[in-house]
């Protein structure tokens, strides 16, 4: 089984470093527990076969600035601002975007495409997961221009109740590194137990059924296609009072596919 090390600054380094390399496919700490990071087509590969998880099935991008959510993906001014509102409020938040053409380059050219994004070339941006899973994201944009996807450390369909000796042997064996913060993610909801807490984020589509971002509704009732709250997670009661101050219209269709 790979080694865990416990979370520092000289950490992040090293993690970011292992990510670097081709094929690196480490195990990070969030707010709502363990991902698996990778950063092309072979870590890819790997995450998939460690989760035992579908290839049909995307991951996220992990994104460490607003800046980088513009570089990357298609955005409304209405978007802009629920992203900032998190963003400011610490609110950690997903949603679903088509990618801007000059943002796709920055994923590999080695047919990491078709593993982070969907049938409609959409992929969820999220922001605000938790500081030491964004400080290693940080550092491989800032630093090497590199993207971070990301998917829950963890069997498919299955929790890692927010420690690291959750992930099963098979993800542990298969990363190259493991990185233990537990006590950083019990703190996020120091309220729950690992039964009653959250363990993955609220995921908002902006696309309609084609993927094309829904439209600006500038105040009017009943503008359609609307943002859909498509997955529940932390925060949701923050990120549904967001929608409504910020969106007349928005839905609620939990388990919706992505």
């Not at 964004?134 to 109740?161: C, K, V």
Request: aromatic share 6%; glycine share 8%; with cysteine.
């Amino acid at each position: 089984m790979t080694t865990a090390v416990r979370w520092s600054d000289d950490v992040q380094a090293a993690a970011a470093q292992r990510l670097v390399a081709p094929g690196g496919m480490i195990v990070a700490p969030t707010k709502v527990g363990y991902i698996v990071m990778t950063t092309d087509r072979r870590g890819l590969e790997r995450k998939f076969d460690a989760k035992q998880r579908p290839l049909s099935k995307p991951g996220v991008v992990l994104v460490s600035s607003l800046e980088m959510v513009h570089r990357l993906a298609e955005t409304t001014p209405e978007i802009d601002a629920l992203y900032e509102r998190c963003w400011n409020e610490d609110v950690l938040l997903g949603c679903i975007l088509p990618w801007r053409p000059d943002g796709l380059r920055h994923i590999p050219d080695d047919g990491s495409r078709e593993l982070v994004m969907d049938s409609r070339a959409t992929s969820c941006f999220v922001i605000r997961f938790g500081v030491p899973a964004e400080s290693i994201a940080r550092d491989l944009w800032e630093q090497h221009e590199l993207l971070s996807f990301a998917s829950s450390a963890n069997p498919s369909g299955q929790g890692n109740r927010g420690v690291l000796a959750g992930i099963g042997d098979r993800i542990a064996g298969a990363a190259d590194l493991l990185v233990e913060a537990d006590d950083y993610v019990a703190s996020v909801q120091p309220d729950r137990d690992a039964d009653t807490r959250w363990e993955q984020s609220v995921m908002v589509s902006m696309v309609d059924q084609g993927g094309h971002l829904v439209p600006e509704q500038h105040g009017a009732r009943s503008v359609a296609p609307v943002p859909t709250l498509i997955r529940k997670g932390l925060d949701l009661d923050r990120i549904m009072r967001f929608l409504s101050d910020q969106f007349p219209s928005w839905d609620h269709r939990h388990g919706q596919y992505h």
